[in-house]
T-cell receptor, first 116, second 116 residues
Framework: AQKVTQAQTEISVVEKEDVTLDCVYE???????LFWYKQPPSGELVFLIR??????QNEISGRYSWNFQKSTSSFNFTITASQVVDSAVYFC?????????????FGKGTKLSVIP | EAQVTQNPRYLITVTGKKLTVTCSQN?????MSWYRQDPGLGLRQIYY???????DKGDVPEGYKVSRKEKRNFPLILESPSPNQTSLYFC???????????????FGAGSRLTVL
């Protein structure tokens, strides 16, 4: 069965610090997809990134970067020079094509607080 | 604007009083799903639907019903709500074209339900 672990329940950083949110996953499939979603205090879920299992290139989008390492089954998310607007709960999620249900298995989330 | 609309956004009800949370999408998506979010548990899938008249259970279907009579609508029905169904509920949708599991879910804004 697929599983996503976000070991960090809560993280607090001071504005402008860099912060990395960890995500470790378990799957038996060789083809799968990993996602990160952001949930700001307003409550909606905002899609950030999708990565397929065959693409291990790291990705950078502005202050956000993602490090995908199949060898350690990890898909970590780094925010550089954090800002107060980054305060949110961040979810890592996994889907497997073989499941057929398009179900996303979510981690329990990491609450990030950026202190001014 | 492409969106998933849920109503009500907030509801306080009492044990045993039937309620329906509506979900509607304007993107002509085949796939729709309901998740619940609870502190420390992340998001868990309740039910999903691959198309009109095709529904199936997710991980936590007990106490819920759904229907898919029209492509755009996927209501969540609580026939006899109980306090353990107090939660934040999200409806989501995606198209079924392309590779299974790769599709990005679009989420509604969430419905916060309290059962007293």
């Amino acid at each position: 069965a697929q599983k996503v672990t976000q070991a960090q329940t809560e993280i607090s950083v001071v504005e402008k610090e860099d912060v990395t949110l960890d995500c470790v996953y378990e799957t038996r499939d060789t083809t799968y997809y990993l996602f990160w979603y952001k949930q700001p205090p307003s409550g909606e879920l905002v899609f950030l990134i999708r990565r397929n299992s065959f693409d291990e290139q790291n990705e950078i989008s502005g202050r956000y970067s993602w490090n995908f390492q199949k060898s350690t089954s990890s898909f970590n998310f780094t925010i550089t020079a954090s800002q107060v607007v980054d305060s949110a709960v961040y979810f890592c999620a996994l889907s497997e094509p073989g499941a057929g249900s398009y179900q996303l298995t979510f981690g329990k989330g990491t609450k990030l607080s950026v202190i001014p | 604007e492409a969106q998933v609309t849920q109503n009500p956004r907030y509801l306080i009800t009492v044990t045993g009083k039937k309620l329906t949370v509506t979900c509607s999408q304007n993107m002509n998506h085949e796939y729709m799903s309901w998740y619940r979010q609870d502190p420390g548990l992340g998001l868990r899938q309740i039910y999903y639907s691959m198309n009109v008249e095709v529904t199936d259970k997710g991980d936590v279907p007990e106490g819920y019903k759904v229907s898919r009579k029209e492509k755009r609508n996927f209501p969540l029905i609580l026939e006899s709500p109980s306090p353990n169904q107090t939660s934040l509920y999200f409806c989501a949708s995606t198209e079924l074209a392309g590779t299974s599991g790769a599709n990005v879910l679009t989420f509604g804004a969430g419905s916060r339900l309290t059962v007293l």
